[in-house]
């Protein structure tokens, strides 16, 4: 078994969690998806990761219970360790990841969509939420930390201690995810998201810049104001050094549309 499967065009690589039935992940899932992130993020090929599920009906249930009830702590701590690790590329790669939640995103299966950077949803009867205080653990995935960013202090609190499992039209209106749709199967929804991600590749978007928009979004919300700016001015003077940046300019005078290449 691949456990995620991996496939890359048009500028977006799709990388589908694929463990039926609800897509849980172990110590081997973590790795495939480190290697997935990996081969995207050093390909020059690729401007956006789309991060989905396989089947109809889960994006991601989190972790494998069976697999942590049976593990040793010194095993678990390590598989959370690298879990976390793996998340975290997903931050820290500078192209754009969209998580397209095609079903349940519950658990350790929201805590990755949260380290995506921005997430669509399939609408109907699919839930999200993080659950774990009913095992009697906290979300040890990152959840603690980014939905607190996400949403404030309150509210996730609230819903973590809580234990809330919801819709994604709350989600939305939570400010969780970005867009929902409605699909008749996951297929429908892929190509949907597929659409909304091909905005952010050349030669429509300039994806060097959106890039690194996200990496003075994501690395400048923890540091200082006075720190952040000059993070943005660093990041600012590398794009004007690129194509894209003399592409943009010449066609914003020549009133014409760009045609950026991503450089």
């Known amino acids: 078994?691949?456990?995620?499967d991996y496939h890359a065009e048009a500028g977006i690589a799709q990388i589908t969690l694929n463990v039926p039935p609800a897509n849980c992940y172990s110590?081997?899932?973590?790795?495939?998806?480190?290697?997935?992130?990996?081969?995207?993020r050093f390909d020059p090929a690729v401007h956006v990761l789309l991060l989905?599920?396989?089947?109809?009906?889960?994006?991601?249930?989190?972790?494998?219970?069976g697999m942590l009830q049976t593990a040793d702590p010194e095993f678990k701590y390590n598989f959370c360790l690298h879990a976390n690790e793996t998340i975290s590329r997903l931050e820290q790669?500078?192209?754009?990841?969209?998580?397209?939640?095609?079903?349940?995103?519950?658990?350790?299966?929201?805590?990755?969509?949260?380290?995506?950077d921005l997430r669509v949803a399939r609408r109907g009867a699919a839930r999200c939420g993080l659950p774990e205080v009913k095992l009697g653990v906290l979300p040890g995935t990152g959840g603690t930390q980014r939905l607190v960013r996400a949403l404030g202090k309150a509210k996730a609190i609230e819903l973590m201690a809580t234990g809330e499992t919801f819709d994604f039209d709350r989600a939305l209106a939570l400010g969780l995810v970005n867009q929902v749709w409605d699909a008749e199967h996951s297929a429908a929804f892929l190509a949907q998201a597929r659409e909304y991600a091909a905005q952010f590749?050349?030669?429509?978007?300039?994806?060097?810049?959106?890039?690194?928009?996200?990496?003075?979004?994501?690395?400048?919300a923890?540091?200082?104001?006075q720190d952040g700016l000059a993070l943005e001015r660093e990041l600012q003077q590398r794009l004007f050094t690129g194509d894209d940046a003399r592409e943009g300019i010449a066609a914003y005078i020549e009133r014409r549309g760009p045609n950026f290449t991503g450089r």
Do not use: W, Y
Not at 210 to 220: E, F, H, S, W
């Open 201 to 220: 590749v050349p030669p429509r978007a300039a994806s060097r810049a959106v890039g690194l928009i996200k990496r003075a979004c994501q690395t400048g």
């Open 222 to 225: 923890e540091l200082s104001l």
């Open 27 to 40: 110590h081997e899932l973590m790795l495939a998806l480190d290697a997935a992130i990996l081969r995207a």
């Open 93 to 116: 790669t500078p192209k754009l990841v969209i998580a397209a939640l095609n079903g349940h995103c519950v658990g350790g299966g929201l805590e990755i969509a949260l380290a995506a």
């Open 52 to 65: 989905t599920g396989a089947g109809e009906k889960f994006f991601c249930a989190g972790a494998d219970i």
């Open 1 to 4: 078994m691949s456990h995620v």
